[in-house]
């Protein structure tokens, strides 16, 4: 399993939450809910290297690209105590500056053994 490399994304990540859940409407209004699935509450996390190196970018791009989109790695987002398995379908580089260059991403955390 790769680990993805050790450059922390700058502040600001955002983390989303969507749970799996299932209603069913009785009638008066009446609503019951349930979670749907063992892993129904995988987390997605949107990082953001801002101006860093075009070698730490091309580091961050190169690894994405030899995932190709469907194959996990692991990653501990910032302010997490451990790591889990994400994969990477959408990330963008842009160069700003000489030398410097923002990637954005998005995590999306799979559930694999």
Not at 28 to 46: H, W
Not at 47 to 70: H, M, V, Y
Not at 77 to 100: A, H, L, T
């Amino acid at each position: 399993m790769a680990t993805f490399p050790a450059i922390t994304p700058s502040y600001g990540l955002r983390k989303s939450s969507s749970p799996n859940v299932r209603e069913v409407q009785f009638g008066d209004g009446y609503s019951m809910r349930t979670v749907f699935g063992l892993n129904q509450n995988l987390k997605s996390y949107a990082p953001k290297w801002s101006n860093i190196s075009e070698t730490d970018a091309d580091t961050i791009s190169t690894f994405l690209d030899a995932r190709g989109g469907q194959e996990s790695f692991d990653w501990t987002p910032p302010g997490e105590g451990s790591s889990s398995k994400f994969i990477c379908q959408k990330w963008s580089k842009s160069i700003g500056y000489k030398n410097r260059a923002t990637i954005q991403a998005t995590f999306q955390e799979v559930a694999e053994p």
